[in-house]
């Protein structure tokens, strides 16, 4: 192509002739125009980061179409003559920020930031197509439109608020925390016009003549053909040279599919104008969509108000195909093609297979039309894209007596490929006369004709094992062989479901298993043809039958309600604990604000990508880059041999590029650096190795049995053992023993947003800059410079914010750093690089998984007198931080319950898998799993509920009975150092709980000008808005610190841990959260409501759990600077990391307030515009630690504190009186000034704060230096309760209530705090229920690694009913402004869920089990528990066992037969099982995460519809009697 022009947010980008135009728009973007809206997430069209608004120019019909998309994907060369509005375009700092971005600022829906861009261009695009369609939004249309976006920080539901607020005559009381209360502004969004010159650019290129093939060259080619004739000219032209070439449209399929070949010509055929059209047929019987007409446009032709039902429902189908970006740009074509050439798991395929669609395909000399069967199976004669090219898809109208059904079942809602779809479509005879005589008569019974099936077509898409595991979409012949002709009623739905397995030859494909496809198969026959057959005469007056008809698609989730409360302490020191907007959020919104991606992006740079290893375990022969320097733009190999003779190969024990040989698939062997980021990785892909296969080398172990087996083990550094007590004495007085149990922890991803990159810039005099995205910038700066062998001080690190860490970031991104900075010493220019999602997954292997084997004792109460325990851990080929999990466990593992005999042994696994290393809550989240399964293990046993065990095991203070007992005293009062509080100050200080709505004011300048007005009930007391009765004791100064109250020296009570910790009662307030909980959801009633929910229904089980937390807390050490300018403005720099957890919003609350110490008390606190957060840096604040573990905002908010002080009592000589905040301070500042603004201050004025991680005295000084002091440690309690519910025919799940109770101390920022509690809480629902790790067992490959792959969360997966509640009166007292801890304690609180889905899946088992033994059905015996009626599967309350002192029998409870004694465990095998306890008591259900929809229908249990049916239809056929007519003419009796 000739040169091509955009325009991109109103600045035109032309590209020249020889421009690579496949490259894809994101780089464009960031290297033509300097725009950085478009954040580069995934690569792959998986998370909308990356999305942008494109408008187009038709010149037919001379209208515009405006659609979102993913930039990452779209080669440029396909928006020749748009119009591209990226986030910055849609608001910005410069010309004004949009309603959207206000409301996403304002109800904090950004923490890290780096996917909000995406999100704000997905809501300004649902507006937009809104207006345009003259429709009102609605939240369930803004939630929709959200459905190609993922966020891992939030949580989604500030996200949700925000779009929620733009609804017309929203309440406010239904929506979340607002930083400010500025009224808001429902302006309808604005679209700039169309330029006009780009319109006659569009005209006149659309006029031009075509242009053939040029010859053979090393460029890129990118062509655009405009007629089907140039098309097949070019195809002809290409077919005579030997490069390879592909057709594109949306290029979507990019995303999915990474082993294309490095084609050089690109052949676009989206301009084709024959190839875009919606026709009808002169009859109207008939729609034809051209082959290029996108899904959003085929999915908003269906659904137009004047088409019949079933498009209605073919459209509903089709929006849950990946999300709106791909859907805007992806073709039905090309959806169909891929389907053929690559087995896509197509629901296109499937819904217009069953629709009766069929497709015509040209070459050059021929055209055909097919049906779709006849496309997918005919054989390599059919050179679809090669010679034969899709034209168009024609489909019937549906008429009156015909219906349609589809469905597909995946690990998620939105956004994820099928695990199996089918769709179903029917059309039935016309009413006879003679049924309407009968029926006339009075005559009940008769199968009317109306009911018989004239035509069907049954489509079933899954992975066959005729193919190898491919999935194909293929007609149901038996199924609708057993349907065709008949009446649709119970026996013919017998019939087909009989049939379906001849239709199936299921297999089993990574995270699909084969009885997970034939079991959703039949649950899906089931609910597309039970509506039908319930209203049959054969089904009339069946109370059994009727239940087991009554069947529920799950369909798009509602919008989410949501409740906070929080106390209000904001009065005592403002801006602290005021839900103040999160700092530079706005740039976040509109895309401005800068990750490692878009510092310093220049036309000189260079940039790498790694080439990574494709065995687990070998030895490295040649490694050849020949092939890859050959390619356009590739520059330089970067391998071991390029790093400095001084320099170390090994960083953080891990060798940086493998030479000899390879250690895990995935790991680096060097980089391809090249002028582009695409260049690189086409690059990488290109260099050949050679591995050579050593026998001496042995099999790579990929488990943890291999190593265990191997006796493969690391000596981490730590005592590997815990002993409390004395277990094994213990294990054998016990009243019952439960022995060698097994139990397994899953691994999770990070999936932070940002994957791991680096900047490098070599300097003068052999220095080196560093921009890393990573929480630890002393890492960094040390693997940087012992890799080159030069002194630290020569390397400056440097990190303005991280879009997510998660721990990924701790010490990850050390050898990326060093990488790159051994490209740029050997080549002596800049260089980034940026992994891509994949290579971020492979060489990251996150979470450690673990397997325990337990044995544990307990009394007929289910109270635990013992635990014996074993631990193994698994590690990569390095260690990196993959021990944190299992210190972890051993100094943790008991939570919240008290086991006063402990013993724990641990091991770490060295195995061949990219290392591990900590991920939020490593080794807590591992010791609340472990623990809660114990739990929920011995109350299986005793049948009883494992709530009153979890209960009866708490760990309480001494000489206090078990829970339930008093609340702990609150602590005396003391004097704070930071303000005196007088009398008539007591009268604010009572905290009350707030609902979100409430706001601190705002002067429209954004500084924070007051507090928030206590309500007339705060002032009185009483019992708050949450519920929570205010205590009469309520401390008169809540700002400082506290001590507890210590009489003749005594010190206060301490509640003992079991492994070894200690800490004051007044800090266990886990028995006001737990207590908190059960009483705001009502436990009990609760429980009653699911139980009573689970009789009702067949096919649907709900069930509800409430589970503990326990973290412990050490904000580390860290320093901080602060400087203040001549003109009164202020800069800070700390030692932490902002990774989206506020860390520099509570930073610059604290220094507003700790200025403001010098002002008059009615001008404070300073203002916080004039606050401004530096980058952290090494060369200015050094040596300050990683960012992790929740602490470190708490650690830096003491060391500014430090830093203030110190520059407030050197002015406070010089203070000046004026009448405003602003001026006292500015004429304080100049009064140590000489006026001129150059000369140097009398004063220094500026100061470093340093933060010793000791505890705080009664006056909020550090008690370092004194006879008392000792380092900060404190615990986090909280509880949540959660309500799910899950379908037995598909395994599909919803999360409906979860409620969460939280101690966070006094907390700095609620906003801040309760978005990352409900972020945490997602991410841990997440490892529960999705999020699955998938490892070729036999060649160590990781495979899923990817977001086609590896599912997170989506809004549409968050609990429906979410609610946070902070604990009121639970000052952190010797800790930072008495707060707690937020982002990580909360993660674990997800364990509720997993458990709820416990009950839920028992319930339906249960259910089985008495299905199967009351009605003869078929069932799968191995995976049936037994039944008892007493109990229930939610777990409710059984009552207490009376008899401790002998061997009484254990009550039976939630369907588990008891018997007394010891229980032995087999192996497990799967991820869900009942473990056979054959020496007695009750067999143990075991459901280990996560709980995907294929492991959550296999937990259930295997069980036969059909022998269900035919159980229930027998109950009452000999009652039962009915007419049919038969083709002799006759009516008979039939039963």
Known sequence: MDQIRLNVNGQDVALPGGFDLSKNLNSVIKSETGFKGTKLACSEGGCGACAVQVTSYNVATDATERRSINSCLCPVGSLDGCVVTTSEGIGSSKQGFSQIQDRFAEFSASQCGFCTPGFVVATHQTLTKCQEQGQKPTEDILQKGLDGNLCRCTGYRPILDACKSLVAGVDMEDLGVRSCATPFRNIPAQQADFPEDLKQYVKDKAAAPAHSLPPKSTSKLYLAPKSLPELFELLSECAKQPEEFRMIAGNTGAGVYHDWPLERVLIDIKSIPDLTKIEYSKDGKEVVFGANVSQTRAIEELQKASQPEPFQRMADHLLRIAGTHVRSAATLGGNIALGKLRDLESDVITVFMAAGASVQVICRTDSRWMSLEEILDAGSDLKLGKEWVIVTIKMPVPQANETFWSHKVSQRFWNAHAMINMAVWLRKEQPSLASSMWSSLGVSGVKDAANRIAEVRVVVGSPRAELQGAWQGQRARAVEKALLGRALDVDALIQALEALPQDLHPTSTPGVTSDFVSGAAEGLL?????????????????????????????????????????????????????????????????????????????????????????????????????????????????????????????????????????????????????????????????????????????????????????????????????????????????????????YKLPSQQHFYMEPQGALVLPDEAGTFTVTSSTQSLDAVQKAVAETLGIPWHKVTAVCRRVGGGFGGKATRPMPVAAACAVAAHKLGKQVRLSYNRNADFRQNGGRSETEIEYSVGFDANGIISALDCKAWCLAGAFMDLAWNDLYGVMTGLDMVYEVPNLHLEGKMCRTNLMPRSIVRGPGFLNSVMIMEQVVEHVAGYLGLD????????????????????????????????????????????????????????????????????LSEQGKKGGNDSSGQKKSDNTPDVVCGRFQLKEANGDKADATAVSAGRDFPVNQYT?????????????????????????????????????????????????????????????????????????LSTKVKQMAAFALGQLLPEEQRPFPMDMIHINDTRTDIVPNAGPTWSSTSSEGCVAAIEQACAKICRRLKPHLQQKDSTWDTWQATVAEVQDGSGVAPASVMLSAYGFYDGTERDRDGRTTKGSKSAKPLKYTSFGAACSEVEIDLLTGEKIVLRSDLYFDCGR????????????????????????????????????????????KIPTAADIPRN??????????????????KASGEPSMMLSMSVLYALRRAVL?????????????????????????????????????????????????????????????????????????????????????????????????????????????????????????????????????
């Open 526 to 742: 089931l609910t597309a043809l039970a509506p039908h057959v319930a209203q049959s005469p054969s089904a009339q007056g069946n109370a059994a039958l009727q239940k087991l008809l009554r069947v529920h698609s799950m369909g798009e989730p509602p919008f989410p309600v949501t409740r906070h409360s929080f106390p209000d302490y904001s009065s005592i020191a403002a801006p602290i604990a005021l839900p103040v907007e999160k700092d530079r959020v706005r740039l976040q919104t509109s895309g401005e604000a800068v990750y490692v991606a878009d510092v310093g992006v220049s036309t000189q740079e260079l940039f790498a990508a790694p080439v990574e290893s494709t065995h687990a375990l070998a030895k490295l022969g040649k490694v050849d880059p020949a092939p890859a320097l050959k390619l356009p733009g590739v520059v330089a190999f970067v391998g071991p041999d390029d790093i400095p003779k001084k320099g170390d190969p090994e960083v953080f024990g891990q060798i940086l590029f493998a030479k000899d040989k390879v250690e895990y698939h995935g790991q680096p062997l060097g980089l391809i650096v090249a002028k582009s980021q695409v260049e690189a990785e086409r690059g990488a892909q290109a260099v050949q190795v050679e591995y050579i296969q050593d026998a001496n080398l042995g099999s790579p172990l990929l488990c943890i049995r291999d190593a265990i087996q191997a006796g493969s083990y690391y000596n981490p550094p730590m005592d590997l053992v815990t002993t409390i007590g004395d277990a094994k004495t213990a294990m054998t007085n016990a009243q019952f023993t439960i022995t060698n149990a097994r």
């Open 946 to 1013: 494992a709530t009153l065990v979890r209960e009866r095991n708490f760990m309480r203070p001494k000489d206090l009975p078990a829970h339930p007992y008093p609340a702990p005293p609150l602590p005396e009062p003391t004097t704070s150092a930071l303000k005196s509080v007088t009398k008539a100050d007591d009268q604010n200080c009572n905290g009350k709980a707030q609902h979100l709505d409430a706001h601190s004011e705002s002067n429209g300048t954004g500084r924070v000008t007051g507090g928030q007005e």
């Open 1070 to 1142: 886990l028995p006001q959260v737990w207590d908190g909980v059960k009483g705001q959801v009502d436990y009990a009633a609760k429980q009653k409501e699911v139980e009573e929910f689970n009789k009702s229904h067949a096919w649907l089980k709900r069930g509800v759990a409430v589970t503990p937390t326990r973290f412990d807390c050490a904000p580390p050490p860290i320093n901080a600077a602060v400087s203040v300018y001549a003109d009164g403005s202020v800069t800070v720099t700390h030692g932490g990391i902002e990774c989206g957890q506020g």
């Open 1307 to 1350: 907390s700095l920022n609620p906003a801040v705090d309760i978005g990352q509690i409900e972020g945490a809480f997602i991410m841990g629902m997440g490892l529960c229920t999705m999020e699955e790790v998938l490892i070729d067992p036999k060649t160590g490959k990781l495979l899923s690694d990817s977001t086609w792959t590896y």
């Open 1362 to 1379: 979410f609610n946070v509640t902070f604990l009121r009166d639970s000052p952190n007292i010797r800790s930072v402004m008495s707060s």
């Open 1403 to 1535: 319930a339906a088992k249960n259910s089985i089990a008495e299905a199967a033994t009351s009605c003869g059905a078929a069932a799968g015996s191995s995976a049936l528990p037994q039944t008892s009626k007493q109990g229930s599967a939610n777990g409710t309350v059984c009552g207490d066992v009376e008899s401790v002192g002998s061997k009484a029998e254990p009550r039976r409870d939630a369907g588990q037969t008891a018997a007394g004694g010891v229980a032995s465990t087999k192996d497990q095998t799967s991820t869900s099982c009942v473990i056979d306890e054959s020496a007695g008591g009750n067999p143990f259900f075991v459901l280990e995460a996560p709980v995907t929809t294929c492991h959550g229908k296999e937990a259930m249990g295997q069980f036969t519809i059909v022998g269900m049916l035919k159980a229930a239809a027998n109950k009452t056929a000999e009652d039962t009697a009915s007419l049919e007519y038969h083709s002799s003419g006759e009516w008979v009796v039939v039963h």
